[in-house]
């Protein structure tokens, strides 16, 4: 419970009083520590509440604070407005004036109280009557400020919200806030970050637009406009989206064309020309969303843009949205496409032309219409196609052979001999029909007929089984079922009502999940809801599957009242076989029992009395996890220890003493490994980059695994990572300058792995940028070598932009170079500032490889290398990297081809003992014992594309080599 310990508090100041009156041996309270970070907790037309952390030792004679409208600073000699022992104090305050507020440490000695600084100052304005309640006499919770996600979904914060309390959000410029409570009757307040200015207030939901805000905001809750405060608890919501604009619209009419095995075209129509300024757009192999602040694929000012380098046979998602200079739209999807398996060549030049003249238009009548009589072998005609239909091409000369080909690129979707039939897929295009005499491209000036027939794809689109509710709450369901096999493309819609009614195929889904699982909250209590889930296969979907009924329970949240006390007396622990297990066979409604539980286990719960209710809790009832009518399903997920399994008559919390049978049901799940998410790159320079992300929850067991390349072609689940990472981040070195890089990672679970999630792409920079002026010299004149040992030491605490330092650098080192001021840029060089080895904005990561001496460290405001006589602390930090320091670098081997595509043949004037290959992380990927050979050839076909590093070891020296693996 978010109550403060006042016993303890209480004892802690007795025994500070009893020192400050000389019971202590010691004649003065040393050391006398200052009050911490006072803020404001509750402000109103009349009152301010502030609150800070008490230091340790707390001083013993409390606090001296000094409120005041006067800009004059305290000094010592200054009257105090009050004194308390507390951590906080009440005042009385005026609509209309401005304060500052000081708080200070009054430390006791035997003779008298030593006065610490005054710390602060807080200044405010009290917030007139009915503009809001910034009050929290609970204080903040939880602690930690929360970072939206941007799903445009409710996001819970906490589920354990006072009225009476505030947290922190960060938000966005441009951005719309919906705030929102279970409690329909709450009154929400948002203010700035210090509580002194509200921004908006009203009952359950409030919408907040945060304008230019980009930075902390607080979340306040109260029960009513009253600013009646309530220590029960409630589920505290916000909904991130973007602003909704009436100026610039969405783009539209998404169709795909030109559809290849490694590539394709999107179209779309732009609805407010010279309003919208750009379009972005999103692809991805998986059918999730992108949130609103996801890295995009790329911007464009056409209507249309260009995938390539994608796999074959795989199936992409794509989005585009509008910007208007600082709005965006909505994301707003195209439809699915497939690539091609293999590329299709035929016969694709038209020696007599085109016939007829006019483009045709099926009607798609499912009967057979007739293109032209009069086409000759060697003429094309031209025919404008619509998504996931199958045509079928015909000539009335038997042997003929046909190819159809994009009307836009030379690329062909098929061919082969007449009749030939050809599935559309997500293709919106015209097309071209070739006709030839044979395979061999023979022409004939013979008239046939050639005709088309038109039809829709026959897809098969499996509907779920098995659907079950594992937990039911006040608002919220949580739910699974069995995937369709093959599984939908697209995920599983669902529909939830408040009535039986079956959907059909029009009806608008409650909502689409990717995993044959759904949690879905912002139900109302006490309702019955009825559940339907069915396949969503893209361009088909499956018949809707009712899976059943379920009542949310009351606002009370389940029955904790136990008059008949824990029966029986001994903890139950079930053996978890699947099958239903006695506890007892006299059980009464209005008492509990005490079960063992293990984590990743589904519990069913059920009574022989099938009107009762059961609630489940934790081992002291502070938790209510789950409550409904019997028999109750729920998953223990992460939980452990024990629960208590709650009988009563019903949900009013009806007791009744005769017997019935108590059972429980259960069975161990398998956990999933939850995918990582996010992503962002850092300190980008000619050689290297830090790639981050958001860590899986829960924690992969084994860590991260990261994949890099230099196309777009997403790496399948066999694919080989570059190498494993135990923190959500990673440094990407040894990269080639002026290059493109995608990044992927995925959770190791130990038992599994998630999917690959792509993190997004960067471009290293030219190896000739970064910035070598020093209009302010050499500071400090001395040459600093730094202490490798992984901590960060100051070079120089009063550094200039403009200037450098001399630093001593050894081979085979990790350094970080640091500046206090976030935006600063920084450029390494060698010792005459000739030959840039590293550049980008701080911190700087770079490994020396095989440089030794004498670096120049610059220091520049920005990457156009502006200057200013303004102090900031330079740093650096270094640790040894790939585990040597020691390597003797001679011209000993060399390799080829380089680039490589299948194998790398090393040669060298030595006998190789050992060939160790390194990826861009720096980890060992391969070791081969050589057995003296000067010459070697190194298979790297099933390794991805990237930068590799080759350490040849001979007996007399080792050599590094780099490969690129196109």
């Known amino acids: 419970m978010k109550k403060n310990d006042f016993y303890t508090q209480f004892i802690i100041w007795i025994l500070g009083i009893s020192c400050g009156l000389g019971l202590s041996t010691a004649n003065a309270q040393t050391p006398c520590l200052d009050p911490i970070d006072p803020i404001i907790i509750s402000l109103s037309a009349t009152e301010v509440t502030i609150q800070w952390t008490q230091p340790n030792p707390n001083p013993w004679n409390g606090y001296d604070y000094y409120l005041t409208q006067s800009s004059q600073v305290p000094n010592s000699n200054t009257t105090p407005t009050g004194t308390v022992t507390a951590d906080n104090v009440t005042l009385n305050v005026q609509v209309g004036n401005t304060y500052r507020f000081y ?59 006072y009225a009476g309390e505030f947290c922190k ?118 059918a999730t969303a992108p949130n609103i602040n996801a890295t995009p694929s790329g911007t464009t000012t056409f209507t249309t843009f260009t995938l390539s380098g994608l796999s074959p046979n795989t199936t ?43 483009v045709f238009v099926p009607a798609c009548t499912g009967v057979p219409e007739i293109i032209a009589t009069n086409m000759w072998a060697g003429n094309y005609s031209q025919i404008d196609i619509l998504p996931n239909k199958t045509y079928t091409f015909t000539s009335s000369v038997g042997t003929d052979f046909i190819t159809i080909r994009d009307n836009d690129t030379s690329m062909a979707y098929a061919s082969g001999p007449t009749p030939l039939v050809w599935s559309s897929g997500a293709n919106t295009a015209r097309i071209k029909m070739f006709v030839y005499l044979n395979t061999s491209c023979s022409t004939q000036n013979v008239n046939r007929t050639t005709t088309i027939t038109c039809q829709n794809a026959v897809t098969s689109c499996s509907s779920p089984s098995g659907l079950t509710i594992n937990s039911v709450t006040a608002n919220s369901v949580n739910a699974t079922w069995t995937a369709g ?175 019935r049978t108590r059972y429980i049901a259960c069975q161990a799940t398998t956990p999933t490994c939850a995918s990582p998410t996010g992503g962002s790159f850092s300190a980008i320079t000619a050689t290297t980059a830090t790639a981050s992300w958001n860590a899986a929850s829960p924690a992969p067991a084994t860590g991260y695994q990261v994949y890099l390349s230099t196309n777009a072609t997403p790496p399948t689940a066999s694919s080989t ?137 610059y220091l520049h405001n920005n990457a156009n290398c502006a200057s200013e006589n303004v102090n900031r602390v330079r740093s650096i930090s270094c640790t040894p990297s790939l585990g040597s320091t020691d390597w003797t670098l001679q011209p000993s081997f060399t390799a080829y081809p380089n680039p490589a595509s299948d194998s790398v043949t090393i040669t060298g004037t030595q006998p190789i003992q050992t060939l160790r290959v390194l990826n861009t992380l720096g980890q060992t990927i391969a070791t081969f014992h050589v057995k003296s050979q000067t010459h070697y050839q190194w298979d790297c076909s099933h390794y991805p594309p990237g930068l590799y590093t080759l350490i040849i070891e001979s007996d007399t020296s080792t050599q590094i080599l780099r490969v690129v693996k196109q």
């Open 103 to 161: 708080v200070r440490s009054n430390c006791g000695t035997v003779t008298g109280s030593v006065k610490g600084p005054w710390q602060g100052f807080l200044t405010f304005t009290p917030i007139p009557t009915g503009s809001g309640c910034a009050q929290a006499p609970y204080g903040l919770h939880p602690t930690t400020t929360f970072v939206p996600a941007y799903t445009q979904l409710p996001e819970l914060i906490n589920a354990d919200a």
């Open 169 to 286: 959000v960060d938000v966005m410029a441009n951005r719309q806030y919906e705030f929102t409570t279970d409690r329909s009757t709450d009154y929400i307040t948002i203010t700035n970050f210090n509580g002194s200015v509200v921004y908006a207030h009203g009952v359950n939901p409030v919408i907040y637009n945060s304008g230019t805000n980009d930075y902390e905001i607080r979340y306040y809750i109260s029960a009513n406009s009253m600013c009646l405060s309530q220590a029960s608890e409630r589920e505290r919501y916000i909904t991130a989206r973007l602003v909704p604009s009436t100026t610039c619209p969405a783009p539209s009419n998404l169709t795909t064309t030109s559809i290849s095995t490694t590539g394709a075209i999107a179209n779309w129509v732009n609805n407010a020309p010279g309003v919208i300024t750009s379009f972005q757009y999103y692809y991805s192999t998986s």
């Open 316 to 358: 992409y998602y794509y989005w585009v949205r509008s910007i208007c200079d600082q709005e965006y739209t909505q994301w707003i999807a195209g439809a699915p496409f497939t690539t091609q398996a293999t590329a299709v060549t035929g016969c694709t030049t038209a020696l007599y032309g085109q016939t007829p003249a006019n």
């Open 485 to 659: 096999s093959p599984a939908p493309s697209n995920g599983y819609h669902y529909w939830i009502a408040t009535t039986a009614a079956t959907p059909n195929s029009a009806t608008t889904p409650t909502g689409l999940t990717s995993t044959p699982s759904l949690t879905a909250s912002g139900l109302a209590a006490n309702t019955t809801y009825y559940l339907w889930v069915r396949a969503n296969c893209g361009s088909t979907t499956s018949q809707w599957v009712f899976g059943t009924s379920f009542t949310t329970v009351g606002t009370s949240v389940g029955c904790t009242n136990a008059p008949n006390g824990q029966f029986p007396v001994a903890t139950f622990t079930p053996a978890c076989l699947g099958n239903d297990e006695v506890i007892v066979t006299n059980a009464y409604a209005g008492e509990y029992t005490v079960v063992a539980i293990q984590s990743n286990t589904q519990y069913t719960f059920k009574s022989s009395i099938t009107s009762d209710y059961i609630t489940i809790t934790n081992s002291d009832a502070s938790v209510v996890f789950t409550a409904g009518n019997t028999p109750l399903s729920w998953n223990s997920g992460s939980t452990t220890g024990t629960i208590r399994y709650y009988f009563h008559a019903n949900a009013a919390c009806a007791t009744q003493n005769s017997d």
């Open 721 to 857: 990572p570059l190498g494993t990472v135990t923190s959500n981040g990673a440094l990407l070195s040894g990269l080639v300058a002026q290059t493109t890089y995608y990044v992927w990672v995925r959770s190791d679970c130990g038992t599994g792995q998630s999917s690959w999630i792509l993190l997004g792409n960067f471009t290293t920079l030219a190896a000739s940028a970064g910035c070598t002026t020093a209009v302010n010299g050499l500071y400090p004149a001395a040459t600093f070598t730094p202490t490798c040992n992984g901590t960060t030491q100051i070079i120089a605490n009063n550094a200039w932009t403009g200037e450098y330092s001399n630093i001593t650098a050894t081979v085979n080192t990790q350094y970080t170079f640091s500046s206090s001021v976030t935006a600063d840029y920084i450029t390494i060089t060698n010792t005459d500032g000739s030959v840039i080895y590293a550049q980008g904005v701080t911190p700087l990561v770079w490994n020396s490889g095989s440089v030794n001496g004498i670096l120049r460290y």
